[in-house]
């Protein structure tokens, strides 16, 4: 299956910000409310509202978050565009394990029936 240009690096990007506890936990707090700010989020983890800022824009980095200024906060809501893309190499990766899956079952039901009818009796 070909990949669009900078594929690749967005999974790579997804991947490595969804490595941290934390950044799981602030984008399922996010999808849970639709958008948050730093501080509203900060109050439902054990961490500083600085960590929280920290790890939001490792999160923006990647593609998984967007801030939008309103008023004075910032205000933060998931962007599904890169999870969908890391999802689809997902996919991708799992059909082509199932497919060599299901080669090798192949091969070993043919090996096992070869043996038995040439087994003497």
């Known amino acids: 299956m070909e990949e669009p240009p900078g594929a690749t690096e967005v999974v790579d990007s997804v991947l490595s910000?969804?490595?941290d506890p934390t950044r799981r936990q602030l984008l399922d707090m996010l999808a849970a409310r639709g958008e948050a700010t730093a501080t509203t989020l900060a109050e439902r983890l054990p961490v500083s509202r600085q960590a929280v800022?920290?790890?939001l824009a490792v999160l923006e980095t990647a593609g998984l978050v967007s801030g939008g200024r309103v008023g004075r906060?910032?205000?933060y809501a998931v962007r599904p565009a890169a999870l969908d893309a890391t999802a689809r190499w997902m996919a991708s990766l799992a059909a082509f394990?199932?497919?060599r899956l299901e080669n090798i079952k192949r091969v070993a039901e043919a090996?096992?029936?070869?043996s038995s009818s040439t087994r003497p009796e």
């Open 111 to 114: 090996a096992e029936r070869d």
């Open 53 to 55: 800022v920290k790890h």
């Open 97 to 99: 394990w199932d497919r």
């Open 73 to 75: 906060e910032v205000r």
């Open 17 to 19: 910000a969804l490595a």
